[in-house]
């Protein structure tokens, strides 16, 4: 198999790197966006937006840049290598796709102009407090009121809710709170009345807000996708989302890696660079055999990503989700371990891409999740 990037790709790459990297060079200035209202730069959302990012999953008919799992696996390595605080994968891997695959084509024809030019910036108000990492655990509601719909629940930790000004808001319309079936997905102004939300700082520098939903009335036209049932494309853009995770996980542990071996060559203690130390060396041998295997089942997520088979791409993810969990584990406690108490300051880079693997190990599940739900699929592949 031709693992292989297009020139088109390469370019891609060339232009993303670029981009964040000279953004995130300095990691006082990063420390300076984080300290914003939005809590990232305006300007650089601009620059995704020129560079095409903003569209990259819209097809080239509706205005997008056409690109795939492979492009968005490029541009979320380059995210996690560069620390980017952008909305990216808020706003475009689960907003966006979920208004590609959703939506029809009166609001793809309208959101997706906005969303490219980067003044429509989206946010998933999914997760609720008793759901863990069940997807099917939606206790907020939606009832029918006149030609609309009265929204009434809470939400927790909405990824860059704070600083969206549309949120996707799931809500139960039938069937029991953890049903499969009975979900219902909703465009809803973030300035709607009824609508808060309260934006805090995430470990990882991040942002999050919970969002509180008091009888917030909107239109029949705010449907995204059919009545009851949200629950399959919910499924479908969280496989997306976690291999776009993955390619971000890994090009934090690349870089994490990367750091940590530069480390071990300059670094003196009795005369002699530690990395001379046999124990080190071993190590630093473990971090790399644990980050090709997750660059293996990154590469395998990407493929398997947009299966039509559903059965076997939720196993396949949920493959990938196991490993790109356990290798960010290993790997970043390793980085810390062998910088020593330097690797913790916030004045270095480790311990920043050590909080950062560590919010993607828990998000859409962790490795103990994604066991069980592989055990309950009946394995990897099919007896």
Do not use: C
């Not at 490219?116 to 946010?123: E, K, T």
């Amino acid at each position: 198999m031709d693992f292989e990037f297009s020139d088109e790709q390469r370019l891609l790459r060339d232009s993303v790197d670029r981009l964040i990297g000279q953004a995130y060079d300095d990691l006082g200035h990063r420390k300076k966006m984080q300290a914003t209202e939005l809590g990232f730069s305006e300007e650089l959302w601009g620059k995704y937006a020129e560079l095409g990012l903003l569209a990259l999953p819209f097809s080239e008919e509706e205005g997008g840049f056409g690109g795939g799992t492979v492009e968005t696996m490029i541009v979320m390595e380059a995210v996690g290598r560069g620390l980017a605080l952008e909305p990216f994968f808020a706003s475009i891997i689960l907003g966006g796709n979920l208004v590609r695959l959703g939506a029809s084509a009166e609001q793809r024809a309208e959101l997706i102009p906005q969303i490219a030019d980067g003044s429509l910036r989206l946010a998933f108000a999914h997760t609720e407090p008793q759901a863990r990492y069940d997807l099917n655990n939606v206790k907020t509601f939606a009832q029918r009121s006149g030609n609309g719909w009265v929204l009434e629940g809470d939400k927790s930790v909405v990824v860059h809710g704070d600083s969206a000004t549309k949120l996707i808001v799931s809500a139960r319309t039938s069937g029991n709170y953890n049903d499969s079936a009975g979900i219902t997905l909703f465009l809803v102004d973030a300035g709607a009345p009824g609508l808060s939300r309260r934006g805090f700082p995430t470990q990882d520098g991040q942002r999050g807000a919970p969002v509180s939903l008091a009888r917030v009335e909107v239109p029949e036209s705010a449907v995204i996708g059919t009545v009851d049932r949200g629950g399959a494309l919910i499924d479908r853009v969280g496989d997306i989302a976690i291999a776009a995770l993955s390619a971000e996980a890994v090009g934090a542990m690349a870089a994490l890696h990367a750091l940590t071996m530069e480390y071990l060559k300059t670094r003196k203690q009795f005369g002699v660079t530690i990395g001379s130390f046999q124990v080190l060396q071993h190590r630093a041998v473990d971090m790399f055999t644990a980050l090709e295997q997750a660059r293996s089942m990154e590469y395998f997520a990407a493929m398997m990503a947009t299966a039509e088979d559903a059965r076997e791409r939720r196993a396949a993810i949920s493959g990938a989700k196991v490993q790109i969990n356990n290798s960010a584990r290993f790997i970043g406690q390793s980085a810390i371990q062998m910088h020593g108490g330097i690797g913790m300051t916030m004045e270095y880079r480790a311990g920043h891409y050590f909080k950062r693997l560590t919010m993607i190990e828990s998000t859409f599940g962790d490795a103990d999740h994604h066991m069980r739900l592989i055990d309950r699929a009946g394995g990897l592949l099919e007896a």
